[in-house]
Antibody
């Protein structure tokens, strides 16, 4: 069945750019039936929606992060990526990638999450 | 966008029923039938238990049910079991074409 796997540096310095990739296996990222997204969870806190991308490249971003984030898709590699610029300690979190069904609130497949710490 | 409002904690004894509320506005919960609920055990990724207000994914126990009235959605768990102890989050589509989570509710099974 379809699986998602996050990857990227576990430690990022303040003011630098956080870059994560989500690799999709067992299915195609080019399906028109799904959106692909990022969610994060700071230590001991709740979930925060970061943004979503469709296979066409259309994106939607959290307004509070919009000025700092870029989500992109690489259909040839079956991957999508997150870039978050000018990071601070407040960006320390577990970052999850997930799949959401089109025309639904159903986020049915999640990655296991990757921990990113912002520290000098 | 503001997070949806959930109670910080709820508790119940095995076999009882509990309900977790998720309060929003007419621009999110009240405006669309795109509300989902996620269960998260410590150290694990969230898992969907209800989507589109009241739909249950295959494999999820029928003890989980969802509903919505006005700007408030609710998750009910009947016949509480020890394994239900977890954090629960609601999630809704918004009029800005974005999504927003609730602050989360810690369920304790006494």
């Amino acid at each position: 069945q379809l699986q998602l796997q996050e990857s990227g540096p576990g430690l990022v310095k303040p003011s630098e750019t956080l870059s994560l990739t989500c690799t999709v296996s067992g299915g195609s990222i080019s399906s028109s039936d799904y959106y692909w997204g990022w969610i994060r969870q700071p230590p001991g806190k709740g979930l925060e929606w970061i943004g979503t991308i469709y296979f066409s490249g259309r994106t939607d971003y959290n307004p509070s992060l919009k000025s700092r984030i870029t989500i992109s898709i690489d259909r040839s590699k079956n991957q999508f990526s997150l870039m978050l610029s000018s990071v601070t300690a407040a960006d320390t979190a577990v970052y999850y990638c997930a799949r959401r069904r089109h025309s639904s609130s159903h986020m049915d497949v999640w990655g296991r999450g990757t921990t990113v710490t912002v520290s000098s | 966008q503001s997070a949806l409002t959930q109670p910080a904690s709820v508790s119940g004894s095995p076999g009882q029923s509990i309900t977790i509320s998720c309060a929003g506005t007419s621009s999110d919960v009240g405006g669309y039938n795109y509300v989902s609920w996620y269960q998260q055990h410590p150290g694990k990724a969230p898992k969907v238990v209800i989507y589109d207000v009241n739909n249950r994914p295959s494999g999820v126990s029928n003890r989980f049910s969802g509903s919505k009235s006005g700007n408030t959605a609710s998750l009910t768990i009947s016949g509480l079991q020890a394994e239900d102890e977890a954090d629960y989050y609601c999630n809704s589509y918004t009029s800005s074409s974005t999504w927003v989570f609730g602050g989360g509710t810690k369920l304790t099974v006494l």
